[in-house]
Each structure stands twice: as C-alpha cells, then as structure tokens.
C-alpha cells in the first residue's frame, strides 16, 4: 500500500472504492498482522456478499401438498440474499451495473465477484428441477425458504399426529414407546418409509408390532412380511402371541416350509428370503419389516439385494445399531426404508461420508442429521430426556431354537428318563436328575454328555449368546452372564475367546478367595473387560457390579427370587444407567413350559420364591409327562 508512505505529509489519504477494495480485503489484514490497529465504521466492519436463495410456494394457494406431490405443486423461484435483505433478479441485475466490485448498498458495502455474480443470473434464468426428496433434503437442511402456508403445510406434514393404540394390543405402552408408534403410523402414512433405531432392550419389537396392529385395523394394510435372524424368530412369535392375538401369521421356515398368503403376517430369515427369493418377489406385501437392519449393511450382498427387490407400499427398518462400521451402512438402511432419499451411494459418499469421516466435517455431520432424523427414530437408555420413561429394569425373554443335535439328544434322553420313571419309586430323585440333564442340553449338548465338539452352532442359546454380546462389545457396554453350571461357564469362556476375540472373565466356587477378588477388581476397573461369567451360586448374591448395565441369564433357576438376587449384582444403588435383562428360554423344552407355569399361576410364582424348585418334585406321573414329554424338542 503505497499511500501509507506519505501518512507522515498528510492528515488523511483520500482513496477511490477500488483502492478502498484492495485495502479491506487485502492489506488490513497485513496491517492486523504487524500490531496495527484498523478502525473502521460499522458499515464496513462486515462486507456483505450476494447470495443465492431459492424459493419455493404452492402453485395454487389451496393445493393440498403430500409427499408424493411436493414436486409437481411447487413452483421455485431465484432470489439474491444481501444481509437481512433479499431482492429479486432484476434488482440484482441493476446493481452490478454499477461497474463496481464493491458497491454501497442500503446502509452496508456489498462486495461482488464479476465471475460469482455471472453465475447467479445464468442459474436464475433456469427452472429447477427438484425431485420429491431433493425438495425435503433442501427444506430440512434449510437451504430452501418456502412461503408461510406452504412451510407450514410441510411442517404439519411431518409433524406426529396423536392416534389412538389398538385395543386389542395386549400391553401397557410406556410414554416413549406410544410417541414412536405415532411417529412411524405418520411418517408411513405420509409415504415415508420409517428406520426405528431405539438402543436394545427399548422395545422396537413390541412397537412395530403397534404399528401393525394399527395398520390392519385401520384398513391400511391386508398382508406383512417380516424378516428376522435366524435367532429372532421364536421371539417375534412369542412376541405376538403374547401382545397381538388377534394378528394371524405364518412361519417360513424349515425344510417343509410353505408360504401362507391367507394370513396377517409372514415371518421369515434373510437367509431363506434370499435362497427363495424368485418365489418372494412375485408376491405382493402392503408392508416389509426388517429386524436387525445392519443384516443389509453391505449394499453388494445377495441379502441386501434381495430384501431390496421385495415391493411394497410401507417400509419398516428395525435397527439397535444402524451405523457399525461406516455410513455406506446407514445409506443402505435407508435406500431400503425410502429409496433414493439419500441420492445415488457415489454422491452419498462424496457429499457426507468421506467429509465426515475422513474430514470430521462437522457442517456435512448436522445437514445429515437434519435430513435423516425425520425418518430415523433412535432413543438411548442413556437419554436424560427419556429416563423417566422407561423402566429401572428391562426384562426380555429370549427364546432359542434347539439345533438338531440337541433336539435328538433330549427327544432320547425324555423317552429313557420316561421308562426309568415307570419302574422307579423315588419320582423326586428321577425328576429332578431329568431336570439337570435337560437343563444342560438346553444349555449345550457338551455341557451334558462332556463330549461333543466345543462349537456354537452346536446350541441355539449359545448362538443367541454370541449375537447379543457383538452388539453389546459394539456398544462398549459391560455385561454379567450367570449359568448353574461351572463346566458351561467353562465352555462360554472357550468360544467366547475363540468366537469374539475377546478374554471373558469367569467367577466361580473353585476359585480362591484371593482370585475372586482380583476377577472382581479387574473387571471393575479395566476398560477393556467387558464380559464377566459367573456361576450363579457363587456370584448370585454380594456382589456389587454396577459398571455392568447388561445380565444374561443364560440357564433359568426357576426361582424368581434367585434369579432377582443375580440381577441385582448389577441393578442396585450406584447403578447410573438402566440394566437390561435377558432370560434365555429354550423354545419347545420343559424350560419355555416351566417358565410360563410361573408367570401364568401367581401362586405358583410365590411357591417357588420359598421353596425354588422343590415343587416340581410333587408333581405326580401325569403332570410330568405332560410337562416333559409334551414339550420335547422338535426342529
């Protein structure tokens, strides 16, 4: 800046816009820079730039906008935003006219870029051309201004709107649970497809069950298919049985399966919808379901193709953990929810994965939670907001599916304990030895016969097992397991290690009382332990775990009041989150008949807190026939 050479001849230097230009743009800051102190007034503070805002209204002040017409019923207009002001094209046009680069405007100086300023009027001489979802994603990031009737249209639109929960749904919603189940009857019946991502253990289950119950007496829906893991199935039956009676369905399952288009409700694997997929695809669904939505994580996968090729008018994701790895993930949970939403994977990637996660970009992070969160509902047990809401305690039964080693073993094991117990005089004695045997092929065939290969898909619980912990391991979440039986604490150890890469920590009566506590201690106080086993005898009782938000029980005592003592190893003063509570029940066993004498017979249930298991040894020939072999294993 030549002038500053004559500051020390002249009281003021007089300069002209284009040096004034040079000088706040470019030499301030150098000035700034060497100690200099630049004061300027207000109007020249902040140089405003031009630019662009499009616009969008009804085309017809009384049009009735809904998802699917948002495009055809809006008409877009360009403005130029200046400040808090906004004028029209030929508004802008007159001003740069003006042959300047920095101009006065209103009470401010506009500075405008020839190039900038030639791209604005070519983009204002053309229409654009916004399909439906562009149009939301530009309104829900804000980047797309519409007048006050249509905004508020849009608004209502996405809002929630109260509806009244089926009467026949046989269950108490909590608070959260009713506003999820507004949410996505809203968003469906809006023509959105909908991702429940609420933590494990809020009830996804029971409220997409709501939603269904609603549907079908609403007249929105005849027919649904459901795609569940393998680990799944006996709990979306058991589920409806229990909160939805009057929802008909079918399993498609087995070797002999066969497709019942007659009722409510298909439930099925990923594995077999896609094996059948041909037979799938020429039927027609009024809605799809799909728990565990991570299983189309990977958009190359056969699976992910598959579930994506079913048609159907309403779209349900089910989802504890939508992102695990990276967003293509969260991407290909959506492309099945609401295809094309989130645009074609290659810009998905270039617009918001890679800047967020290789860049940190915290600008691309909050546009993409302000276009997915209309669609995609997810609550933490951690939420503050919705404490109050949910219980202290989760319980979930979970229901495991014997292999057919298994259901062999305890098929021959009832009919020889059957023979013995018409020759024998001691019932007591034989029952409760059946009770142990069965108990330990529920568990693992090696657990009863010391022998057979140390693998998982050997046992339906123990593949159970294995799906909760990796989204628990996911989770950095600590977790207690209790099992009666040290050999089948011995045998979790063994493939947990092998299985999850992971040491678990095993407490046991073998132990000394020197190694009890530094188990203990390790577990309390390192990171990186997150699994601890305990025999429930041993660890049943005085223990105080509370880094643990997690307890499997893995084999059942039948005797709340033991079952409750473990529990609260973990659910007791100290505890800072909620703890949820898995029950491992074996479909189709004594174990699943037991378990439903005790919550249907309340008289039952407080027997049993005195005396645990010692009722089951006055059950007289007739009852424990039909107890044992009227729930003898079938695949």
């Not at 609603?214 to 680990?231: C, D, Q, R, S, W």
């Not at 970009?361 to 509902?377: E, G, N, R, V, Y």
């Not at 304990?417 to 009770?435: C, D, G, Q, V």
């Amino acid at each position: 800046m030549p002038e500053i050479q004559n500051l020390e001849n002249y009281e003021h230097i007089a300069l002209n816009l284009q040096r004034l230009k040079e000088f706040l743009i470019y030499t301030k800051e150098y000035l700034v820079n060497l100690g200099f102190q630049i004061a300027l007034p207000k109007e020249l503070l902040t140089l405003l730039r031009p630019k662009p805002v499009l616009k969008a209204k009804a085309k017809a002040s009384n049009a009735r906008l809904s998802f699917f017409n948002l495009d055809s019923l809006l008409e877009f207009d360009y403005k130029i935003a200046i400040g808090d002001y906004e004028i029209d094209m030929d508004e802008f046009e007159k001003l740069i006219l003006q042959n300047g680069e920095l101009l006065r405007f209103k009470e401010n100086f506009v500075l405008i870029d020839p190039k900038e300023a030639g791209k604005l009027l070519s983009a204002s001489k053309k229409q654009p051309k916004l399909n439906s979802f562009e149009i939301l994603a530009e309104f829900l990031s804000e980047n797309l201004i519409f007048d006050a009737p249509t905004k508020e249209q849009i608004e209502k639109m996405l809002e929630p709107k109260k509806i009244e929960v089926s009467k026949n749904l046989h269950a108490q919603l909590r608070g959260y649970q009713i506003r999820g189940v507004e949410w996505s009857v809203n968003n469906l019946l809006n023509g959105f497809g909908v991702v429940l991502a609420d933590d494990m253990g809020l009830g996804k289950t029971l409220q997409t069950i709501a939603v269904l119950l609603y549907l079908k007496e609403a007249g929105h829906i005849k027919n649904a298919l459901i795609v569940v893991p393998t680990t799944l199935l006996n709990n979306w039956e058991a589920e409806l049985k229990r909160f939805a009676p009057t929802l008909s369905y079918s399993i498609y399952y087995g070797t002999k399966r066969e497709l019942d288009t007659s009722k409510d409700l298909i439930i099925s694997t990923y594995q077999l919808i896609t094996r059948d997929i041909e037979k799938i695809s020429k039927l027609s669904f009024d809605l799809v379901a799909i728990d565990e939505a991570q299983n189309i994580k990977n958009i190359e996968t056969k699976t992910t193709k598959a579930i994506n090729s079913i048609k159907s008018t309403y779209k349900i994701a089910l989802s504890g953990t939508p992102v695990e790895n990276n967003l293509s993930e969260l991407w290909s949970i959506f492309q099945f929810a609401i295809p094309g939403f989130l645009g074609a994977h290659q810009n998905f990637n270039s617009k918001y994965a890679k800047p967020i996660e290789s860049d940190r970009d915290i600008k691309a992070s909050q546009k993409l939670k302000k276009i997915t969160s209309p669609f995609m509902l997810r609550r933490l047990k951690s939420d503050k907001s919705i404490i109050s809401d949910l219980p202290e305690k989760i319980i979930i039964d979970e229901l495991a599916s014997m292999t057919p080693a298994q259901s062999a073993l305890y098929k021959a094991t009832v009919d020889d304990s059957m023979r013995r117990l018409e020759e024998s005089e001691n019932t007591k004695a034989e029952i409760f030895r059946l009770i142990i045997a069965l108990k330990q092929i529920c568990n693992h065939p090696r657990n009863f016969d010391k022998q057979s290969a140390l693998e998982s898909n050997l046992s339906g619980k123990t593949q159970l097992l294995m799906t909760i912990l990796e989204t628990i391991l996911q989770r950095d979440e600590k977790v207690l397991i209790f099992t009666q039986y040290t050999q089948m604490g011995e045998i979790l150890q063994t493939l947990i290690e092998k299985e999850l890469k992971t040491i678990p920590l095993f407490f046991h009566g073998g132990l000394s009382k020197t190694k009890r506590d530094e188990i203990i201690e390790e577990f309390k106080e390192k990171f990186e332990r997150k699994i601890l086993i305990l025999s429930l005898k041993a660890g049943g009782v005085g223990l105080n775990l509370t880094q643990a938000c997690n307890v499997i029980h893995y084999d059942l005592w039948f005797n709340p009041a033991v079952e409750t003592q473990a529990t609260d190893r973990a659910f007791r003063i100290g505890q800072q989150k909620n703890v949820t509570v898995y029950r491992f029940i074996t479909k189709n066993s004594f174990e699943e008949r037991i378990d439903a004498m005790i919550k249907s017979k309340r008289e039952l249930a407080e027997l049993s807190v005195s005396s645990g298991e010692n009722w089951l040894g006055e059950m007289n020939k007739e009852e424990i026939k039909e107890l044992f072999c009227g729930s003898v294993g079938r695949i």
